[in-house]
Structures are given as structure tokens and as C-alpha cells.
């Protein structure tokens, strides 16, 4: 029944900018920490950026700068800006939300089916 559904995703050009979205539904958004990851063929899935129940933000130190994750809890949406980007930044993204009521609850835990961000000229 939970769903998170990516959208955004493309080709862009080097330098270029992208602006992925990730619509949840059948979840308490607020209470949910948003975060975007990222898999390149041949390579482990990576945490690109997260945002916190209060908004407070942090970033893979690649694209520290050049990205920017954003929520808009009203509309239970988390977006993810690309700006610059670089070749090696193409991978499929994936939207993730989880939940830990105390930290000695189980993390309850929602991935979206990710979105391809194909970077070349």
C-alpha cells in the first residue's frame, strides 16, 4: 500500500540541471526521514543526500554543493536538484523513507523503484 514514486529522471547534458521528485503516499510523511540514493552499473548503491524530520540536510561529499534535497511535507513530496552535472553522475536514483519510532524500534523503511539520470553529451 506504501508507495514512492520517483519522476524527474532523463538525459542531461554536462553542467546541466535535473530536478527529481518523490511523491509518497500511505505514510505519515512528517515523521519520515527522506533520503535519495544512487547505483551506477558495476558500483554499490550510495546514500546522495537525506533530509531529516526538521529539514536539517546532509550530503555525499561528491555532490556536496551542486545538489540540494528539499521536502514539502503538504504535498508529502521530496525533491532532489541536480545542478553541474558530471558524467559520473549517472545512475539510477532511488527515494527512501524510514521511520524509527525509538532507537530500539525497527526501522520501518519504503524504497521507491528508482529513476534513471543519464549524464552525457
Known amino acids: ?11 542531461v547534458q554536462p553542467g546541466g540541471s535535473l530536478r527529481l521528485s518523490c511523491a509518497a503516499s500511505r505514510i505519515t510523511f512528517h515523521l519520515y526521514v527522506m533520503a535519495w540514493y544512487r547505483q551506477a552499473p558495476g558500483k554499490q548503491r550510495e546514500l546522495v543526500a537525506s533530509i531529516d524530520t526538521g529539514g536539517g540536510a546532509t550530503y555525499l561529499q561528491s555532490v ?3 545538489f540540494n534535497i528539499s521536502r514539502d511535507n503538504a504535498k508529502k513530496t521530496a525533491y532532489l536538484q541536480l545542478n553541474g552535472v558530471k558524467p559520473e553522475d549517472t545512475a539510477v536514483y532511488y527515494c527512501n523513507a524510514n521511520f524509527r519510532p525509538t532507537t530500539f524500534s525497527p526501522m520501518t523503511q ?8 543519464t549524464v552525457s553529451s
Open 110 to 117: 519504503y524504497w521507491g523503484q528508482g529513476t534513471q539520470v
Open 1 to 11: 500500500q506504501v508507495q514512492l514514486v520517483e519522476s524527474g529522471g532523463g538525459l
Open 64 to 66: 556536496r554543493g551542486r
